[in-house]
């Protein structure tokens, strides 16, 4: 597993990546919510009522910030965040 801090807008947040047999999962932490990837369920996080995102198609920490929001959760898109957006682009509305 690795967990490294990631600054956005002068906040610090945490990227993990945890491998596993046939892919990572990979998860970024912030304040307000997070992003992860397509190994998550963004409908399970709807009902926690978390502030998610979700960005399919990576494998690492950089792809995650670089790629493409495709879901979300009401809260997510009452922070702000939209389909399409990256991955940097919405964290900065989480921290």
Do not use: F
């Not at 491998?19 to 397509?38: D, R």
Request: contains cysteine; glycine residues 10%.
């Amino acid at each position: 597993m690795q967990v490294r801090d990631i600054t956005i807008n002068n906040r610090i947040v945490k990227g993990i990546e945890i491998p596993l047999p046939n892919a990572n999962l990979v998860l970024v932490t912030a304040p307000k919510g997070y992003l992860m990837c397509g190994y998550l369920d963004i409908a399970s996080a709807g009902k926690m009522g978390d502030c998610a995102a979700i960005i399919r198609g990576i494998s690492n920490i950089d792809e995650l910030l670089e790629g493409v929001i495709v879901e979300l959760t009401p809260e997510a898109l009452k922070a702000g965040i939209h389909p399409g957006m990256t991955g940097r682009q919405a964290l900065a509305r989480l921290v």
